[in-house]
């Protein structure tokens, strides 16, 4: 494909349930040095000038259909994420300041797809769990791959998670926060940042997710406006590969999640709640009584 200026996603946006927008960072990249400064992740970049950017981004189709016609490599068997139809995904952009000096995130999680037969030949045994939401970030979130009819079931094998998809089926990313503070999710698929289509790395600025809200991540972000839906596609049909991206991270969804600085996201978490709800107002043993 020639250059990437026509499918050159930048900055973030998905639906929130429940919630008419979503809320991106509205910087690019940091400014890093021995410590982060208060302003480091603010206006240095404004809003206006992501949607500005935003707005120069074109469709696209007519670039990955000439790409696809021009796949001439023997196609890796299995499953990629192809570029879907439009969907509408409204964001607005807010100033978020990531609590770790050197932009380190408190965890990183992964789910790895495939078809059936792929999912057997990576795995030896497994075990299912059949719940959609799984938690991840030492309980901070909860997410899952969710197809046209509900979640995709998981299965656990040498301590990696996969579902199983299938082709030309859609999917979406869903994350809740279980938090008691605002979080930054930095997205990947296939090796891909869901915000502007480039080589993922968690440097790069992230979803921004509200206490006890849901974030669904339905595609890769094309405009302030809309997302190209992830539906599942041969490995030649990815877009990884029609973008020129290569094949070698196929397969695998990544979630990076950052705390906010100066929020303590347990500050009333569970442990701290159930220690106030149990508190004895007369603690002391009894006194002996009197013979």
Same mark, same amino acid.
């Given at each position: 494909?020639?250059?990437?200026?026509?499918?050159?996603?930048?900055?973030?946006?998905?639906?929130?349930?429940?919630?008419?927008?979503?809320?991106?960072?509205?910087?690019?990249?940091?400014?890093?040095?021995?410590?982060?400064?208060?302003?480091?992740?603010?206006?240095?970049? !404004?809003?206006?000038?992501?949607?500005?950017?935003?707005?120069?981004? !074109?469709?696209?189709?007519?670039?990955?259909?000439?790409?696809?016609?021009?796949?001439? +490599? =023997?196609?890796?068997?299995?499953?990629?994420?192809?570029?879907?139809?439009?969907?509408?995904?409204?964001?607005?952009?807010?100033?978020? !300041?990531?609590?770790?000096?050197?932009?380190?995130?408190?965890?990183?999680?992964?789910?790895?797809? %495939?078809?059936?037969?792929?999912?057997?030949?990576?795995?030896?045994?497994? %075990?299912? %769990?059949?719940?959609? /939401?799984?938690?991840?970030?030492?309980?901070?979130?909860?997410?899952?791959?969710?197809?046209?009819?509900?979640?995709?079931?998981?299965?656990?094998?040498?301590?990696?998670?996969?579902?199983?998809?299938?082709?030309?089926?859609?999917?979406?990313?869903?994350?809740?926060? /279980?938090? +008691?503070?605002?979080?930054?999710?930095?997205?990947?698929?296939?090796? /891909?940042?869901?915000?502007?289509?480039?080589?993922?790395?968690?440097?790069?600025?992230?979803?921004?997710?509200?206490?006890?809200?849901?974030?669904?991540?339905?595609?890769? =972000?094309?405009?302030?406006?809309?997302?190209?839906?992830? +539906?599942?596609?041969?490995?030649?049909?990815?877009? !990884? %590969?029609?973008?020129?991206?290569?094949?070698?991270?196929?397969?695998?969804?990544?979630?990076?999640?950052?705390?906010? +600085?100066?929020?303590?996201?347990?500050?009333?978490?569970?442990?701290?709640?159930?220690? =106030?709800?149990?508190?004895?107002?007369?603690?002391?043993?009894?006194?002996? =009584?009197?013979?």
């Amino acid at each position: 494909m020639k250059s990437n200026s026509s499918l050159k996603l930048n900055f973030v946006k998905a639906s929130i349930i429940g919630l008419v927008s979503v809320y991106l960072a509205s910087c690019a990249a940091p400014s890093y040095g021995p410590s982060v400064q208060a302003d480091a992740y603010s206006d240095s970049t !404004t809003a206006g000038e992501i949607a500005s950017n935003l707005s120069s981004v !074109t469709a696209g189709s007519k670039d990955i259909a000439l790409a696809k016609s021009q796949t001439q +490599k =023997r196609e890796r068997p299995g499953l990629g994420t192809g570029w879907g139809d439009d969907l509408a995904s409204v964001v607005n952009f807010t100033s978020f !300041t990531r609590a770790s000096a050197n932009n380190r995130p408190v965890s990183v999680a992964s789910i790895y797809y %495939n078809d059936k037969e792929g999912i057997k030949a990576m795995t030896n045994a497994w %075990n299912y %769990n059949g719940k959609g /939401l799984q938690k991840a970030a030492n309980g901070m979130v909860e997410w899952g791959v969710k197809g046209k009819w509900g979640y995709l079931k998981n299965k656990h094998s040498s301590g990696k998670r996969f579902v199983i998809g299938s082709k030309n089926q859609t999917y979406s990313l869903v994350v809740k926060n /279980l938090s +008691k503070s605002r979080l930054e999710l930095v997205m990947s698929v296939d090796g /891909l940042d869901v915000l502007d289509g480039q080589p993922a790395t968690t440097l790069k600025r992230g979803y921004i997710i509200h206490p006890g809200k849901t974030l669904a991540v339905k595609g890769f =972000r094309k405009s302030a406006d809309a997302v190209a839906a992830f +539906k599942f596609a041969s490995v030649n049909s990815s877009y !990884t %590969n029609l973008s020129g991206k290569g094949t070698r991270n196929i397969g695998v969804i990544g979630m990076a999640v950052f705390t906010e +600085k100066g929020v303590d996201p347990w500050k009333y978490g569970a442990t701290e709640v159930g220690n =106030r709800k149990n508190a004895r107002a007369f603690a002391g043993a009894p006194q002996l =009584r009197a013979r």
